[in-house]
């Protein structure tokens, strides 16, 4: 299938703002005083992920699955495992790594927390310690762990989304938008990331539901004749109005209304071929997009070592406007390392398990 390269360029998009979050909470702790989050709640780009896997995956894999059925599960999961795998396995070795150092430096493991060593090197390796089996060594890897159950999901998902029948396809929306609203309901003002000792069922309802209002928008865009949405929907000026509109969302800290704004922003960035198109389909935020999943799983660990790093040059706490630059070249520095776990682990992974599984396969 052709890649829609502007909705890559979201997907690295979406990555920094995570990071930019993270960063700006890391020198939170560093600030003499109060700093605001250089992107308020950036955290729901994670949810912003969810919604276009979910499109993502219909795209490439849902004629497919609608022609073979079951038959496609095996190939699809390689895949998957093939695409997430290989860099989450090299950053649990550097994780690793980096804490028996921190231990040998600073006498105290500043990178990960651990309960049972062995057993949670076993169930990060198999991505399934966002489901609160073992304990997570990579903060951000809970959500690649959680879309799992999307991706075995998957076969009965393309049934229920791609249904014809009207009945069907009014369930499939309701629990879309039923799942991320209840979660929302059980924090404060519509928050969707809060601590609840029900956490893999708040997980998996945030991520399920959203996946499946992805599969949605692809069913909306794969059905796109019309010239009201190519020319409507898709023109520079809703996309634009969307955009404004989330990020109006994400200054007032309303996370349920801000995610409500993703289904739309994406299928408004697919049937795009104007300037907005053109703009993010080439140079940095492209660039950005191909390595937004390195981004994303590898800037946990800067976190810490780069507060203490600041920590050593500077014994006294920063003043919020340097907690701020501080927040900013921390989240920037983290896309550097990315384009070389990108280079050398994330594709040289994938072609090696392509390779190997496929090769055998069709020998």
């Given at each position: 299938m ?156 393309v ?13 499939v ?63 520079d ?12 969302m994400?200054l ?42 390195s ?40 896309i550097?390392?990315?384009w ?24």
């Open positions: 052709k890649e829609i390269k502007v909705l890559t360029s979201l997907r690295g998009l979406a990555a920094l703002t995570v990071v930019l979050q993270h960063f700006s909470s890391t020198a939170q702790l560093y600030s003499k005083g109060w700093i605001p989050s250089i992107v308020p709640h950036g955290y729901i780009g994670v949810d912003f992920f969810f919604v276009l896997s979910g499109f993502i995956m219909s795209y490439n894999y849902g004629d497919l699955f609608i022609k073979h059925g079951w038959r496609m599960m095996p190939q699809f999961l390689v895949k998957r495992a093939a695409r997430l795998m290989p860099l989450n396995c090299f950053v649990i070795f550097v994780v690793l790594l980096l804490g028996g150092i921190s231990i040998a430096v600073c006498g105290r493991n500043i990178i990960f927390d651990y309960r049972n060593l062995p057993f949670d090197i076993f169930t990060n390796i198999a991505m399934v310690q966002g489901l609160n089996i073992g304990h997570n060594l990579n903060a951000p890897s809970w959500s690649v762990s959680v879309e799992f159950v999307a991706y075995i999901l998957f076969p009965l998902l049934l229920a989304v791609f249904d014809r029948r009207q009945i069907v396809l009014i369930v929306v309701f629990i879309g938008f039923v799942g991320p609203t209840l979660v929302a309901l059980g924090g404060s003002r519509l928050s969707i990331d809060y601590l609840t000792p029900f956490l893999v069922t708040q997980r998996i309802a945030r991520c399920v539901p959203e996946f499946i209002l992805g599969m949605l928008v692809f069913r909306f865009y794969n059905n796109h004749n019309s010239e009201f949405k190519k020319e409507f929907l898709g023109s000026f809703i996309f634009f109005a969307l955009s404004v509109g989330l990020a109006v994400l007032l800290r309303v996370d349920l209304f801000a995610i409500l704004f993703f289904p739309p922003l994406i299928a408004s960035a697919a049937l795009n071929n104007g300037g907005a198109a053109r703009a993010l389909s080439a140079g940095i935020p492209y660039f950005l997009g191909l390595i937004s999943y981004i994303y799983l590898i800037h946990n660990a800067f976190r810490p070592i780069e507060l203490a790093f600041v920590q050593a040059i500077h014994p006294s706490p920063l003043e919020p406007i340097w907690a701020l630059v501080f927040a900013f070249l921390g989240s920037l520095s983290v550097p390392f990315a070389l776990t990108y280079i050398f682990i994330e594709r040289p992974g994938r072609t090696a398990i392509y390779s190997i599984i496929f090769r055998k396969r069709y020998a």
